[in-house]
């Protein structure tokens, strides 16, 4: 503290921030309202503070992140050091000018006061000028292109800003749904990339300012830009995408004190300190290195020949929570990292590592190559919880998305083409591990965590060669094509195998009784695997296996069928017998039509049938309907004659649902004579036939009857049926006669020439 102008104000202000901050704590623990927490640590505005409950985890997670801008609010607030200032020239006083307008300017955001549009305009003007100024100070201390970039790249950038904001308040919304506007985001990453560079390189900025700046960088990209959020209060769960964008605004306070930094440092008088030339790890022997290069080529080369040059895409719960919680700029940066591991990529970073060998450069590449393993790793775990739903971005849809599927799309409806990510991590990781071995630095320059480090890597390695086997392979789908979406074009039609349809049947609501049910995203080498282990149980059926695994042989039998030759033969010889049984049964009911008396008409028809088989109906109802393109008719299913009822273009009989039917259908010319001698019921109604198509017709049996129509001539008829019950001493034990007469007649009225029940 006293090594700074302000030290000890700055060390106040601070403490006495943070134990406001706690006193909030304790006060909402006891009286359940954390709201006043909520809002002087993460959303001064109160935007989100009707979502705020009296969780108790809340204080515990908002200290820490008050702790974080306490130590800001020091960093900005102390000064430069003591002593005698440093005298660097006109630019860079007015360059320290700028920055500390920057750091009053970002201070504003916390407070509690209204939105002021032009004051982004004011800031705007400010940032320009730091961005020339720095240009100024850095020339001639590094390259000349850096500073070019950093140049262009920062006006852009601002104004990029500048027309955000006008547009933004005329109601233009210039760049509102365009999908290149990441690129404009991120200019200002690059920009303070490049010269985060040039302050490394510069002995008048110390390493705490840059590797301060680093981080801001970082949680710029977290910054939520593209989140769509939709919130009702009075909820107890908790709302965290309506939270996250200001938890993270919270601790985002490293620009700040990289702003505040970079015009103390201007200030001070640095130590000089002589560049060291960095320390150049040993060349080893070729092949492990080359081991370690070629690694992550070869998952990359299975993908590729599979058409598939990304590592993750877009189903994992990583991305979700890329897209869901940041912007459009980190998304691409996503995108970008899934393409490079995808096609290999880590081997040139582990190429350029092996050739300059130096000790910081081979650090950074193997805890990148552990940390990409781990992603892998996490990914494929818990892909079956992928929240994604909206529209695939950047990604192709012909390699993601299944066929039909429209937007917003669905998690369910995202594809896993190519082989399991955990290949990727298991070579990343292996690659990792052969450089730690090569280059590892020697004890006396060893520190405690790089150990833990190395000790981390190997239980990550250990922990992923057993899971490694557990590929992606094909899964099929079991949603099988509507009939409908068939005729009408929208689908093909699928047949599955039998080994597919053994897969589907262990999966989702459909599974087989007391056999385990697999996720819809389970490889079908897998559920076959676990398939034919049961096959083997069940041929040999051993008591104890059984009773070990608590299953019985017979619950294996119907679900092993299509796979295990045991159960196919049994269900074979079930089958067999079973059509037996219905050979036997068809036989009797034909030879009791073929018993029954044939009808000996009174007038020649003009056509007579005799239906050769049996006809039977599922509910007990034989029905033709003929469309008219009017108003639909509903038909009368209880008719008070209890045989046949008819409107236009409707006609109805009604059966006995349970007995054969031995039918014959006859069409005459004029009214035939009335027969009621051996009938049970005679009724006749009056029909017309708008299209010339009498067909009576079962849709749930197949059952169809021939035309009654005379020539299929249109319009009115009189149709009289027939019905008596049939005894029969067979299997069958009886059937039901029928005969249905058809002509041309006029007249609706229904007359019931005989109505005697059945005995």
């Given at each position: 503290?006293r090594?700074?102008?302000?030290?000890?104000?700055?060390?106040?202000?601070?403490?006495?921030y943070?134990?406001?901050?706690i006193v909030?704590a304790?006060?909402?623990l006891v009286t359940?309202d954390?709201?006043?927490?909520?809002?002087?640590v993460?959303?001064p505005?109160?935007?989100?503070a009707?979502?705020i409950?009296?969780w108790?985890?809340?204080?515990?997670?908002?200290?820490?992140?008050?702790a974080?801008?306490?130590?800001?609010?020091?960093?900005?607030?102390?000064?430069?050091?003591?002593?005698?200032?440093?005298?660097?020239?006109?630019?860079?006083?007015?360059?320290r000018?700028?920055?500390?307008?920057?750091?009053?300017?970002?201070l504003?955001?916390r407070?509690?006061?209204?939105?002021?549009?032009?004051?982004?305009l004011?800031a705007?003007?400010?940032e320009?000028?730091?961005?020339?100024?720095?240009?100024?100070?850095?020339?001639g201390?590094?390259?000349?292109?850096?500073?070019?970039?950093?140049?262009?790249?920062?006006?852009?950038?601002?104004?990029?800003?500048?027309?955000?904001t006008i547009?933004?308040?005329?109601?233009d919304?210039l760049?509102?749904?365009?999908?290149?506007?990441?690129?404009?985001?991120?200019?200002?990453s690059?920009?303070l990339?490049?010269?985060?560079?040039?302050?490394?390189?510069?002995?008048?900025?110390?390493?705490?300012?840059?590797?301060?700046?680093?981080?801001?960088?970082?949680?710029?990209?977290?910054?939520?830009?593209?989140?769509?959020?939709?919130a009702?209060?009075?909820?107890?769960?908790?709302?965290?995408?309506?939270?996250?964008?200001?938890l993270l605004?919270?601790?985002?306070v490293?620009?700040?004190?990289?702003?505040a930094?970079?015009?103390?440092d201007?200030?001070t008088?640095?130590?000089?300190?002589?560049?060291?030339?960095p320390?150049?790890?040993?060349?080893?022997?070729?092949p492990?290195?080359?081991?370690?290069?070629?690694l992550?080529?070869?998952p990359?080369?299975?993908?590729?020949?599979?058409?598939v040059?990304?590592?993750?895409?877009?189903?994992?719960v990583?991305?979700?929570?890329?897209?869901?919680?940041?912007?459009?700029?980190?998304?691409?940066?996503?995108?970008?990292?899934?393409?490079?591991?995808g096609?290999?990529?880590?081997?040139?970073?582990?190429?350029v590592?092996?050739?300059?060998?130096?000790?910081?450069?081979?650090r950074?590449?193997?805890l990148?190559?552990?940390?990409?393993?781990?992603?892998?790793?996490?990914?494929?775990?818990?892909?079956?919880?992928?929240?994604?739903f909206?529209e695939?971005?950047?990604?192709p849809?012909?390699?993601?998305v299944?066929?039909g599927?429209?937007?917003p799309?669905d998690?369910?409806e995202?594809?896993?083409?190519?082989?399991?990510?955990?290949?990727?991590?298991?070579?990343?990781?292996?690659?990792?591990?052969?450089?730690l071995?090569?280059?590892?630095?020697?004890?006396?320059?060893?520190?405690?965590?790089?150990?833990?480090?190395a000790?981390?890597a190997?239980?990550?390695?250990?922990c992923?060669?057993?899971?490694?086997?557990?590929?992606h392979g094909?899964?099929t789908?079991?949603?099988?094509?509507?009939?409908?979406?068939?005729?009408?074009?929208?689908?093909?039609?699928?047949?599955?195998?039998?080994?597919?349809?053994?897969v589907?049947?262990l999966?989702?609501?459909?599974?087989?009784?007391?056999?385990?049910?697999?996720?819809?995203t389970?490889?079908?080498?897998?559920?076959?695997?676990?398939?034919r282990?049961?096959?083997?149980?069940?041929?040999?059926?051993?008591?104890?296996?059984?009773?070990?695994?608590k299953?019985?042989r017979?619950?294996?039998?119907?679900?092993?069928?299509?796979i295990?030759?045991?159960?196919?033969?049994?269900?074979?010889?079930?089958?067999?017998?079973?059509?037996?049984?219905i050979?036997?049964?068809q036989?009797?009911?034909?030879a009791?039509?073929?018993?029954?008396?044939?009808?000996?008409?009174?007038t020649?028809?003009?056509?007579?049938?005799?239906?050769?088989?049996?006809?039977?109906t599922?509910?007990g109802?034989?029905?033709t309907?003929?469309?008219?393109g009017?108003?639909?008719?509903?038909p009368?299913?209880?008719?008070?004659?209890?045989?046949v009822?008819?409107?236009?273009?409707i006609?109805?009989?009604?059966?006995?649902?349970?007995?054969?039917?031995?039918?014959?259908?006859?069409?005459?010319t004029r009214?035939?004579?009335v027969?009621t001698?051996?009938?049970?019921?005679v009724?006749?109604?009056?029909y017309?036939?708008p299209?010339?198509?009498?067909?009576?017709?079962?849709?749930?049996s197949?059952?169809?009857?021939?035309?009654?129509?005379?020539?299929?001539s249109?319009?009115?008829?009189?149709i009289?049926v027939?019905?008596a019950?049939f005894?029969?001493?067979?299997?069958?034990?009886?059937?039901?006669?029928?005969?249905?007469?058809?002509?041309?007649?006029k007249?609706?009225?229904?007359?019931?020439?005989?109505?005697?029940?059945s005995?």
């Amino acid at each position: 503290m006293r090594r700074h102008r302000f030290g000890r104000l700055a060390a106040g202000f601070a403490a006495l921030y943070l134990a406001v901050v706690i006193v909030l704590a304790v006060v909402g623990l006891v009286t359940g309202d954390l709201v006043p927490l909520w809002r002087v640590v993460a959303d001064p505005d109160g935007i989100t503070a009707d979502e705020i409950r009296a969780w108790p985890w809340l204080p515990a997670l908002l200290v820490p992140i008050a702790a974080v801008q306490a130590w800001a609010y020091r960093e900005v607030l102390r000064g430069r050091l003591r002593g005698e200032p440093a005298r660097h020239g006109r630019e860079v006083r007015l360059l320290r000018v700028a920055l500390y307008a920057m750091v009053v300017y970002v201070l504003t955001w916390r407070l509690p006061i209204p939105y002021l549009w032009w004051m982004s305009l004011v800031a705007d003007v400010i940032e320009l000028v730091v961005i020339w100024l720095f240009f100024r100070v850095l020339w001639g201390s590094t390259r000349r292109w850096p500073q070019v970039l950093m140049l262009v790249t920062g006006v852009l950038s601002v104004m990029h800003d500048v027309v955000t904001t006008i547009s933004y308040q005329t109601g233009d919304y210039l760049f509102a749904g365009q999908d290149w506007t990441w690129a404009l985001d991120a200019l200002w990453s690059v920009w303070l990339v490049s010269l985060l560079v040039a302050q490394a390189r510069d002995p008048r900025w110390s390493g705490a300012t840059v590797r301060a700046g680093v981080i801001a960088v970082f949680f710029s990209l977290l910054s939520s830009g593209s989140v769509s959020i939709v919130a009702f209060g009075g909820s107890d769960a908790v709302a965290w995408k309506l939270m996250m964008p200001s938890l993270l605004g919270a601790v985002s306070v490293f620009s700040l004190v990289w702003w505040a930094r970079s015009a103390h440092d201007l200030g001070t008088l640095q130590p000089s300190a002589p560049r060291t030339k960095p320390v150049r790890a040993r060349a080893k022997w070729w092949p492990l290195p080359a081991v370690a290069i070629v690694l992550p080529l070869v998952p990359a080369a299975v993908n590729l020949a599979q058409g598939v040059p990304f590592w993750l895409g877009p189903k994992n719960v990583l991305g979700d929570a890329v897209r869901e919680y940041t912007g459009s700029e980190a998304t691409a940066y996503w995108f970008a990292l899934d393409l490079l591991v995808g096609v290999g990529a880590p081997a040139v970073l582990i190429l350029v590592a092996g050739r300059r060998r130096t000790r910081t450069l081979l650090r950074a590449t193997t805890l990148s190559l552990f940390l990409l393993g781990g992603a892998g790793a996490v990914s494929t775990f818990t892909s079956g919880h992928s929240t994604f739903f909206g529209e695939l971005w950047l990604y192709p849809e012909s390699l993601y998305v299944e066929r039909g599927a429209v937007v917003p799309y669905d998690g369910t409806e995202l594809l896993s083409p190519g082989i399991s990510p955990l290949w990727y991590a298991l070579a990343l990781t292996a690659s990792g591990l052969i450089l730690l071995f090569l280059y590892a630095a020697p004890p006396d320059h060893r520190v405690r965590h790089h150990v833990l480090l190395a000790g981390l890597a190997s239980a990550v390695a250990l922990c992923l060669l057993p899971a490694a086997d557990m590929a992606h392979g094909p899964a099929t789908d079991c949603d099988m094509p509507e009939s409908w979406e068939i005729d009408t074009g929208e689908a093909e039609p699928r047949e599955l195998t039998a080994e597919q349809k053994f897969v589907c049947s262990l999966r989702g609501d459909h599974h087989a009784q007391s056999l385990h049910v697999f996720p819809d995203t389970t490889p079908d080498q897998v559920v076959l695997a676990y398939g034919r282990h049961l096959c083997g149980v069940h041929t040999r059926n051993d008591p104890r296996e059984l009773a070990r695994l608590k299953v019985d042989r017979a619950s294996l039998t119907d679900p092993l069928a299509g796979i295990c030759p045991s159960a196919t033969t049994i269900v074979q010889a079930a089958k067999a017998e079973q059509d037996q049984e219905i050979a036997a049964m068809q036989a009797d009911s034909q030879a009791m039509c073929d018993a029954t008396p044939r009808h000996r008409p009174r007038t020649k028809p003009a056509r007579a049938i005799r239906m050769k088989e049996p006809q039977w109906t599922d509910y007990g109802v034989l029905q033709t309907y003929e469309e008219e393109g009017e108003e639909e008719t509903e038909p009368d299913m209880d008719p008070g004659n209890g045989l046949v009822s008819s409107a236009r273009g409707i006609l109805s009989v009604m059966t006995h649902p349970d007995f054969d039917l031995c039918v014959t259908l006859e069409t005459y010319t004029r009214r035939p004579p009335v027969e009621t001698k051996g009938w049970d019921k005679v009724v006749e109604v009056g029909y017309f036939s708008p299209g010339g198509q009498i067909v009576l017709y079962d849709s749930l049996s197949g059952t169809e009857l021939p035309n009654l129509a005379l020539n299929g001539s249109k319009g009115h008829y009189r149709i009289r049926v027939h019905y008596a019950w049939f005894p029969w001493k067979g299997e069958a034990q009886s059937g039901q006669r029928l005969l249905i007469m058809a002509y041309p007649g006029k007249g609706d009225r229904e007359i019931v020439h005989r109505n005697r029940k059945s005995t």
